[in-house]
């Protein structure tokens, strides 16, 4: 990586990490002032992960959509931007940092560690579906992410209802914005199939092969599509409804950093 | 047949169908799969674990969805997916009637008490539902008044419907292309000229239904950042019928359409022109296309005499020796060298290393390596399933979006005189989001009760 895009990465994930702690104590201390100062970290975070972000593109030549570790930092901005733009529209959910931040400092971390070496675009990635494909992908990743922590809150919540714990938003509130944020990444996540298939014609002459990452894309939209039926058609709300937006994060998860360990990608050529 | 109506039409066993899919998918998923394996991995696989081949051959995602138990149950969720749609609209148009009133709904009931008169307090209810864009009917009895306002009503079901619509047509882009599809591949090497339907190797379909054209590949260029990392691919087609002669412009993510026909590029190497003679007679005068650039090609060399004569080439583009270790610095031709290696019966009878344009004895036999070109790899397509696939697409993905959007609920303003102005009950209904329709209509009451500003 390059030297600037270096020193903002790592100012950017020592913000998040800082921002969590602020978040964990302003929970644990019922103290606003830390929650208020946690917010502005992660913003300030935010900045330097942007930052990062429009560096390595100057670098480079494109937007990092390349490999584990552009995915990771493209993909950790689409969730922490998730989190603040939700933060703006429902401020009872501030608190939500506390699961996000610690999630997107994993993810950078793991691709931080994969490798951040600087490479120009390569032939199969130079399509405008690209944009319309990497795009709707975060937008359904973090929308996932950020329901699965609304799931994570609701039980924890449920669990203990005095305390610590009870300064998380109401549990009503907490299962709704879960199923409006599965909702929209069941949209976003549709549409970034759907341009994968036509880029897939352009790339390789087929929409669908069924290659890993293909069947792994359908089989978490598939999970989630189970996920918004199990709600509308058998009624499943509050404790189950929240174990299902926790459980049907495992195929995003696989889909996006699982599926190199067991298989190529796509085909091996171009 | 009426049972079986009721079964598809039953919301629950679609749900069940879908869960199966699912499942099938997720376990297949596990098994490796030719599609992302080299071949030689792929034997590899058949001979060091057997077990593992077997079931991947038959229970891999690419195998499997071939299969009939896949093919059954993706039919019967096609029409699960078909009879509860018809069914729902069916049912929408005879009762006009939303799905949540019939369904179980959230509901909560805010009340409280204005010092305004009823009339005041109803005017400035319906101005607050009017701002709001609410639809809404007021009925009046004996003093008391009744507001029946309703929002989001119809942009949920119709969303609904139409995304189910278009999963549907998307569904029939799998049986379309699997009855029109042709699909095979052909390679060329630059400046070569040869007929379409000779080259081509089919998948699926017959050869005998492309056009007859003679078909060339010329300006075939590659750039390379750093001198490793691959950066564009591109060249030019001739193809010339009987009644057309065009050049076409082709890149990888950017296919030749051919009368329908999609050409995309696939591969791309380079191709080594190599002579051997044998006591002065050419023996072999051919361009070797070089697809291995790591492990180096075998090539047989059939002739009268010289039967299981074999030829093993290794490319290295920018070539370099360090003591005996031989390597390439780049992937761009500055120094290109071909290793070369004859076997006969498995043995190994010599070796030699050539740089462009020079020659050696290599055992019996004068090899030159005269001449570096490109090769580049196609797939031919076509197929009806895109257009079908589009189409579904175009249908769904709005339906999707409304469906998301929307947000069907429902109100009940009851109002009476009370002993010091109106009293007032909201009584409200939402399908998805009681938490938020209490929000808002929670701001609206206490809004109303205080006579203050209009905020949800």
């Known amino acids: ?270 | 047949m009426k049972k079986l109506w009721r079964l598809f039409n039953s919301r629950k066993f679609a749900v069940y169908l879908l869960f199966v899919f699912f499942s099938i998918l997720v376990l297949s998923s596990f098994l490796p799969s030719k599609l992302t394996m080299p071949v030689e991995k792929w034997i590899e696989l058949k001979k060091e674990r057997p077990v593992i081949f077997w079931l991947s051959e038959r229970f891999s995602t690419p195998y499997v969805v071939k299969g009939a138990a896949f093919i059954g149950v993706s039919f019967f969720l096609f029409l699960s997916t078909f009879a509860c749609t018809l069914s729902r609209l069916l049912a929408r148009v005879k009762t006009r009637r939303l799905e949540f009133e019939k369904e179980l709904s959230f509901s909560f009931s805010v009340e409280g008490e204005s010092p305004e008169a009823i009339g005041d307090f109803k005017a400035r209810a319906l101005d607050a539902l009017r701002a709001k864009k609410w639809d809404f009917s007021v009925s009046e009895d004996a003093g008391a008044v009744t507001v029946e306002a309703e929002k989001g009503r119809d942009s949920g079901f119709w969303g609904s419907v139409v995304f189910h619509a278009g999963l549907l047509v998307c569904f029939l882009a799998a049986p379309v292309t699997a009855l029109t599809v042709l699909r095979g591949d052909f390679i060329l090497t630059e400046g070569v000229t040869s007929r379409l339907r000779e080259v081509f190797v089919s998948e699926t379909g017959k050869a005998s239904s492309l056009p007859d054209a003679d078909i060339t590949v010329g300006g075939l260029k590659r750039v390379y950042a750093k001198g490793i990392y691959d950066v564009d691919f591109r060249g030019k087609m001739r193809i010339e019928g009987r009644t057309f002669n065009r050049e076409f412009p082709f890149s990888v993510n950017n296919p030749i359409d051919l009368m329908g026909y999609q050409i995309t590029l696939q591969e791309f190497g380079y191709s080594a022109g190599v002579v051997m003679e044998k006591q002065g007679e050419k023996v072999f005068d051919y361009f070797l296309n070089l697809r291995h650039p790591v492990a180096g090609d075998y090539f047989d060399l059939q002739r009268e005499g010289d039967e299981g004569l074999k030829l093993y080439a290794l490319f290295f583009p920018d070539f370099f020796r360090e003591g005996n270790k031989l390597g390439t610095r780049s992937k761009e031709p500055r120094n290109p060298v071909l290793v070369v290696r004859l076997f006969k019966g498995g043995e190994e009878i010599s070796k030699g290393l050539l740089k462009l344009g020079e020659e050696a004895m290599i055992g019996d036999y004068r090899v030159k390596f005269n001449e570096l070109r490109n090769w580049a790899g196609f797939i031919v397509v076509k197929e009806s399933g895109v257009p079908v696939l589009a189409l579904g697409m175009l249908i769904g993905l709005p339906g999707l979006l409304v469906r998301f959007l929307s947000n069907e609920r429902r109100l009940e303003i009851g109002l009476k005189p009370g002993p010091s102005g109106t009293k007032f009950a909201y009584k409200g209904y939402s399908r998805y989001y009681p938490a938020f329709l209490e929000g808002e209509v929670r701001g609206m009451a206490e809004g109303l009760k205080e006579g203050g500003d209009w905020r949800t």
Request: charged share 10%.
């Open chain 1, 1 to 270: 990586m390059a030297y600037l895009e270096g020193i903002l990465v790592w100012a950017a994930i020592g913000l998040y990490s800082f921002s969590f702690l602020l978040f964990l104590s302003g929970l644990v201390f019922k103290k606003d002032f830390f929650l208020r100062w946690g917010y502005i970290a992660c913003l300030a975070g935010f900045a330097a992960h942007t930052g990062s972000i429009i560096s390595r593109w100057a670098e480079t030549g494109h937007l990092p959509v390349m490999m584990t570790y552009e995915n990771s930092l493209f993909g950790t901005w689409f969730i922490v931007l998730t989190y603040i733009v939700m933060r703006r529209a429902f401020p009872l959910s501030r608190p939500f940092a506390v699961a996000v931040l610690p999630l997107a400092v994993l993810i950078l971390g793991n691709g931080i560690q994969a490798g951040a070496e600087l490479q120009p675009l390569e032939p199969p990635y130079k399509s405008n579906w690209l944009y319309v494909h990497v795009l709707f992908a975060w937008f359904a990743f973090s929308s996932y992410v950020t329901a699965f922590s609304a799931g994570i809150m609701y039980l924890l919540k449920a669990r203990a209802k005095k305390g610590l714990l009870s300064r998380l938003p109401e549990l009503k509130l907490l299962d709704e914005l879960s199923f409006r944020l599965i909702l929209f990444g069941f949209f976003s996540e549709a549409i970034m199939i759907g341009s994968g298939a036509i880029w897939a014609h352009g790339l390789w002459g087929r929409y669908w092969g069924w290659d890993p990452v293909e069947t792994w894309s359908l089989i978490s939209w598939l999970a989630y599509g189970l996920n918004i039926h199990l709600r509308i058609t058998l009624g499943w709300s509050g404790k189950r409804a929240a174990w299902l937006a926790i459980g049907s994060l495992f195929g995003v998860i696989f889909l996006f950093f699982g599926l190199g360990y067991i298989s190529e990608v796509h085909t091996s050529i171009f």
